[in-house]
């Protein structure tokens, strides 16, 4: 099946640094997405992003399918951003996710 | 409702016992998805409603486990028999088709004494 590798495995900073998680997959995908579990477990879809890049606020994703990674940016980082962040894609099929084993990051102010 | 509802949000039960967990997904997702999350084994599929179409069962650890969904909407995972290596975060997913993003339930938190 696929494999999904994300680097750092940890994180810390400092509130208003700027961070980049980066998502490795061994296979092509037509579906990525990245999730951010709070501190209290909840999992918020952050972006649906097969390919191209995407922005919502202070957070911003690029995937390059054709080089198999995808990356996740955060400016301006605040305490609340603090959790671990997944990348998943699917394991040949259209749906069935496989996740990475996350980043945790710390944002301290 | 506006999101995926999930109960219990805990469950502590003895081994041996029978336990539901159910998922309320959000109306008109056709995906439905069951996902556990434990410590050391990270996010592992367990099984996936599609529609009407049969379910995709191929990660579900054993016989033990099974799952249903009625009427295309509400979904109960029931574990026979519990043993300690069932505890765990169970948690929902849907999405409006194969190729939309995931919204996740809470979880329920189940804990095997």
């Known amino acids: 099946g696929i494999q999904v590798e994300q680097s750092p495995p940890d994180l810390i900073l400092q509130e208003g640094a700027n961070s980049t998680l980066r998502c490795n997959f061994s296979?092509?995908?037509?579906?990525l997405q990245w999730f951010h579990q709070n501190p209290w477990g909840q999992l918020i879809n952050l972006f649906y992003?097969?390919?191209g890049t995407k922005q919502n606020g202070r957070l911003s994703a690029t995937t390059v399918a054709t080089e198999r990674y995808s990356l996740l940016y955060i400016s301006s980082s605040q305490t609340t951003d603090s959790g671990v962040y997944f990348c998943?894609?699917?394991?040949?099929?259209?749906?069935?996710?496989?996740f990475g084993k996350g980043t945790l990051l710390t944002v301290n102010p | 409702g506006a999101g995926v509802s999930q109960s219990p949000s805990n469950k502590v039960t003895e081994k041996g016992k029978d336990v539901e967990l159910r998922c309320d997904p959000i109306?008109?997702?056709?995906?439905l998805y069951w996902y556990r999350q434990s410590l050391g084994q990270g996010l592992e599929f367990l099984i996936y409603?599609?529609?009407?179409?049969?379910?995709?069962k191929s990660g579900l650890p054993s016989d033990r486990f099974s799952a249903e969904r009625t009427g295309g909407s509400v979904s109960t995972l029931t574990i026979q028999r519990t043993q300690q290596e069932d505890s765990a975060v169970y948690l929902c997913?849907?999405?409006?088709?194969?190729?939309?993003?995931?919204?996740f339930g809470s979880g329920t938190r189940l804990t095997v004494v």
């Open positions: 998943a894609a699917p394991g040949g099929s259209n749906y069935k996710l496989t």
């Open positions: 992003i097969p390919s």
């Open positions: 109306s008109g997702h056709t995906a």
């Open positions: 409603f599609q529609g009407n179409s049969a379910p995709d």
């Open positions: 997913a849907s999405s409006l088709g194969q190729l939309d993003g995931y919204t």
């Open positions: 296979d092509s995908v037509n579906n």
